[in-house]
């Protein structure tokens, strides 16, 4: 019997007893209480407290062996052009030698030795140029002329996607005999190197690169040569106006700062960067010109745009 059935010939037995009760003092209230409660007593029936209503314990947060929390981030980056998505993932596996890998085509997709399904997809959207894997992130560049409104939703699918069906992001392929062997970490350590660039290598690894890696990019060492240290940047900052300043004041400070044998930085470029700099230079003259020669610099500071050769 349930407990609701038990309680119920008590609960009858003492209103009948309490309707006899007229008028109830306290003291006659009092023994009609007490005979109810014989009267249940003799009947086999034992008072029992109120059923309360207990909360059963949530479920646990942490979600199910087997399954992905998805949960993925974007943040802006001084580029308007490029945007960083934190996919809350590793994306450039443990076993390549480099922290970053860049896609500036859609062949490189598909090519040794990287190959990335992601980036082939993320390469076929109308607008984008390039793209870039750094250990956790993604940095998506777009052309000028295209819209965010209209590739962010896309970008945003196809990695939640990718990582929802625990697709591969990077395809390690085997070297094949008489192919060059993959890329390295230029701040790595190297045996070989002189006590001048290894500290130069340091400064850039433990001070530098950090704070380019939130900006979306990276950057690559790529020699040291008459107390000029060459430089590549990387991912966002790669096409960013603001790179030139970004290397002359505050990468070419702190190194001259620390390393008294520093003189100074300078930026390596690609055949296709340095056209469009140069074309930019063309056109900041041009608007110049046509300004007056006392017009502002629309790329101020030491060794900007303005400065470049026509």
Known sequence: MSSNRLLRPAAALLSKTARRVQPATYGQLCGAVRQAHTASQSLGISARPRPVLRTTSRLPTVAPRGTRSIFIQTESTPNPDALKFLPNHRVVPAEVPTPFIEYLNPR???APPYPSPLAAQ?????????VFYGPDFITVTKSPDANWVHIRPEIFSLITEAITAGQELVAVSKREEGQEAAEEDSLSYNENDSEVVGMIKELLETRIRPAIQEDGGDIEFR???DGYVSLKLRGA???CDSSTVTLKNGIEGMLMH?????????????????IAIKEFAKFEE?????????????TPGKDSLDSVPG
Not at 122 to 128: A, K, P, S
Not at 258 to 274: A, F, M, T
Not at 288 to 297: H, L, S
């Open 108 to 110: 490189s997709t598909i």
């Open 122 to 130: 993320l390469m076929n959207i109308d607008g984008v140029t390039a």
């Open 223 to 225: 020699g040291f040569d």
């Open 237 to 239: 900052c790669r096409t």
């Open 258 to 274: 620390y390393i008294e044998e520093v003189k100074g930085v300078h930026q390596v470029l690609d055949q296709e960067e340095e």
């Open 286 to 298: 041009k608007l110049r010109a046509q300004k007056g020669p006392d017009a502002a610099p629309t």
